[in-house]
């Protein structure tokens, strides 16, 4: 929004300034500032609300250390982050860009399938909240939504890298890119050389029907990905701060891969595809991290505020989402381990109990207590659990920097995977 009022005061009259707004550093620091304000300075305000209205969190079990003491806690805090993304992504972004509609679509589809999921909870008293096949439902439809803009939208394109060798062909002299735009299904796979992977590729047997089956598979794959990151990351949003403080991580690891893949002196350093266009999603990166730093203004332990569904589904979905963008989606194993773990230990647990009641008579657990963060929060003694350590309690403060230290290190992999080939 501004930057079109801006670029029309530099064009039009030479605006003393305006042409400030042209540049992608400027506007994400000014993004990233505005969401910052938003989400601390106005948080309060919308927390003092949810105070007055009495919409507080639920907690289906509470034989957990500390979890009595946050009974009374408001909930419904991704309202503050969804405001905090929304607003300067709007002001600093450009409108125009299919990434960025892209972005402020699943941030606001996202956002309103969590709200729901937060009145029932709230407001009708059903501990259970919006049921599973409803949520399924919203997150394959975005899902097929965002995959079918991605693989027919003429806006959506890219160069591909080429590797120049020397005549002995050992040795990579320059990488280069193709002259032209173009559509491809292509993305980048981290530790091998050629790192451009073609979904075409496993439909090649496919024959004149090529284009529609990539087509449903890469589909197939966005769907799969924005259903399985959020729900992660809404496991994950069970400690004050961990989801919040975790998602900013990747925010940042996200925001970094948008602007060297957008920028083509970069692209080429790296070996990567370059991506036009796409150096709109660094504005809504910066708005994003912005935004998920202020909300631990008052997230952080003792929380005064719970993001509910309304932010953990959102954020998961964001990051999801942002990653197929800028072609990186095969690196969210890596970059959302934490994510992929609290999914893997809920599955695992399911699992194991269902066999061992089957085969035993009795239901056996692995971790103390799933998700995998609660593990932790629960004593080993007496617990049966097939895995018994730690023995005892660790206080919830610790285990969330862990885990924010364990999220830096995957960050710092992830990125370290575009040159480890």
């Known amino acids: 929004m501004l930057y079109e009022l801006f670029n029309y005061l530099d064009l039009q009259f030479d605006f003393p300034g305006a042409g400030v707004f042209r540049y992608i550093s400027f506007r994400a620091i000014s993004a990233l500032v505005c969401s910052l304000i938003l989400s601390t300075v106005f948080g309060r ?3 003092n609300l949810l105070q007055r209205m009495q919409v507080r969190e639920v907690f289906r079990n509470l034989d957990i250390e500390d979890r009595t003491s946050k009974k009374g806690t408001p909930t419904m805090g991704g309202i503050i982050i969804i405001i905090a993304i929304v607003v300067p992504t709007l002001l600093f972004a450009r409108l125009n860009n299919v990434y960025t509609v892209v972005m402020l679509v699943t941030t606001l589809w996202l956002g309103c399938l969590g709200f729901v999921d937060d009145y029932i ?15 399924i439902v919203a997150q394959v439809s975005l899902g097929l939504i965002v995959g079918l803009i991605l693989f027919f939208s003429p806006e959506v394109v890219i160069r591909e890298n080429m590797e120049v060798r020397n005549s002995e062909g050992n040795t990579i002299e320059d990488v280069r890119f193709h002259p032209q735009h173009a559509k491809s299904a292509k993305t980048t796979i981290p530790f091998f050389k050629n790192n451009n992977f073609d979904y075409a590729w496993l439909v090649s047997w496919a024959g004149n029907c090529k284009t529609e089956a990539t087509c449903l598979l890469f589909v197939l794959v966005v769907i799969f990905l924005v259903t399985a990151v959020s729900n992660g990351a809404n ?5 004050d701060g961990l989801a919040a403080g975790s998602s900013a991580i990747i925010g940042t690891a996200l925001g970094i891969l948008a602007y060297t893949s957008s920028h083509i002196e970069f692209a080429s350093f790296l070996n990567i595809m370059f991506i036009p266009r796409a150096e709109e999603l660094v504005i809504f ?12 203004w008052y997230n952080a332990y003792p929380a005064q505020i719970f993001m509910g569904d309304t932010g953990s589904l959102t954020l998961g979905g964001i990051i999801a989402v942002f990653a197929v963008l800028i072609r990186k989606e095969l690196l969210i194993p890596i970059l959302c381990g934490i994510f992929l773990a609290e999914n893997l230990s809920v ?6 109990f269902k066999y061992t009641k089957k085969k035993y008579g009795e239901g056996r657990r692995i971790f103390k207590m799933t998700p995998l963060h609660h593990h932790f929060q629960k004593s080993g003694e007496g617990s049966g659990a ?3 350590r730690p023995r005892h309690a660790i206080p919830e403060s610790k285990i969330t920097v862990r885990f924010w230290l364990i999220g830096i290190i995957l960050a ?4 370290i995977t575009l040159k480890i080939r």
């Open 412 to 415: 710092a992999i992830t990125l």
């Open 386 to 388: 097939l895995i018994g």
């Open 347 to 352: 599955m695992m647990q399911v699992a194991w």
């Open 235 to 239: 496991l994950t949003d069970g400690l």
């Open 285 to 296: 990166a910066a708005a994003f991290i912005g935004a998920t730093i202020g909300f631990l």
């Open 121 to 135: 909870k709230v407001f009708k008293k059903d501990k259970a909240g919006l049921h599973g096949r409803f949520k």
């Open 45 to 47: 305000h919308i927390i």
